[in-house]
């Protein structure tokens, strides 16, 4: 182990001590384009010694890979990891290339019992909503997720991508631990209403996408510098005019990246680490990666402390980024606060 580990928070009011940088597992078998195997696997464990307990999955990632390519990691180091899964995302009866919502009963059950079996865990710390199916009520989904809590296969509950009222009810049925939505320099709408509410709950804030999806490190200027099978080439933000918008919105974050010593990705997740100060609440972002030495960058951004003019200086990109997260909004909070 090294000395370098990074501090801990309580997830959510009852929950475990996890580091104050989770690790988003995603990119390790889906989305983002080739990944090596054996890196992977290196990353995780190199999280692990830096502090980084909480890892994030889903069901949808994949289509079960990235929770199977996860579940050897998370037993040998079942009591010192916390796993989150999720579930919500179906595929399609008529098409097996796109997904539908499914929050009823009888699919969170089924999602459940498929998750345990490929982490080969006898219960999941956290486990989330993924994505909110409007025709069902929350309060009627968040009663099954707490089933589970009392059977044992789950220890705590969270959702994503809800809004302000939608936690409300949620967390009437049953504490919610944490809530997970895109939260970064380019994306801050759950500023106006899912934070406080969050806030006032004693819910955990888990910012995903902190980087902007890697836009925000500029590792990438336009979708045509990804790779084919990239999702990112799909959404608005990173095509056409928008990407040549947003790429000169990097220019604050490279002045102060440089006073700093620090690279535009350790500027863009101190911002998103230093809201738990300036909002008041718990919070745990969990950008993404699949090599050791940026799971090291990105926990070296905890400890950078950014002054006060260089917030003001980094405060205007999110009201100038150009396109929406999503091509749909319509599953996405801000599509329906």
Request: hydrophobic share 40%; proline share 6%.
């Amino acid at each position: 182990m090294t000395d370098n580990r990074i501090a801990t928070v309580r997830l959510g009011a009852a929950g475990p001590e996890v580091g104050v940088q989770g690790l988003g597992c995603m990119g390790m078998s889906f989305a983002y384009g080739p990944s090596d195997a054996g890196e992977s696997r290196a990353t995780l464990e190199r999280a692990l010694e830096l502090g980084v307990t909480l890892y994030d999955t889903a069901d949808a990632y994949g289509a079960g890979e990235n929770e199977k390519f996860l579940s050897p990691f998370f037993k040998a180091h079942r009591d010192e990891v916390v796993i989150a899964t999720k579930f919500a995302l179906a595929i399609h009866p008529d098409d097996p290339t796109s997904r539908i919502i499914r929050n009823d009963a009888p699919y969170i059950r089924q999602c459940i019992e498929a998750s345990l079996k490929r982490l080969d865990v006898d219960s999941i710390d956290l486990y989330y909503m993924h994505r909110r199916d409007v025709n069902v009520p929350i309060e009627e989904t968040v009663g099954v997720m707490a089933e589970l809590v009392r059977e044992g296969k789950v220890k705590q509950l969270g959702l994503s991508e809800v809004t302000a009222t939608e936690l409300r009810a949620a967390h009437a049925v049953h504490p919610i631990a944490a809530v997970q939505s895109e939260w970064s320099l380019f994306s801050r709408d759950i500023e106006a209403k899912v934070v406080p509410a969050a806030r006032e709950l004693g819910v955990t804030l888990v910012p995903y996408s902190p980087l902007g999806r890697g836009f925000l490190t500029g590792s990438f200027a336009k979708a045509e510098d990804l790779t084919p099978d990239d999702f990112r080439r799909q959404q608005p933000r990173y095509t056409g005019e928008n990407a040549a918008t947003n790429a000169a919105l990097l220019d604050p974050i490279r002045t102060v990246a440089e006073a700093h010593g620090a690279t535009l990705g350790q500027i863009a997740l101190a911002w998103v680490q230093q809201r738990a100060s300036v909002h008041g609440l718990p919070i745990v972002p969990i950008p993404g990666t699949r090599r050791p030495t940026r799971v090291e960058e990105n926990a070296a951004a905890t400890r950078i402390e950014l002054t006060d003019e260089e917030l003001a200086l980094l405060e205007p990109i999110a009201g100038q980024v150009a396109g929406d997260r999503y091509a749909d909004m319509r599953f996405a909070s801000a599509g329906r606060e």
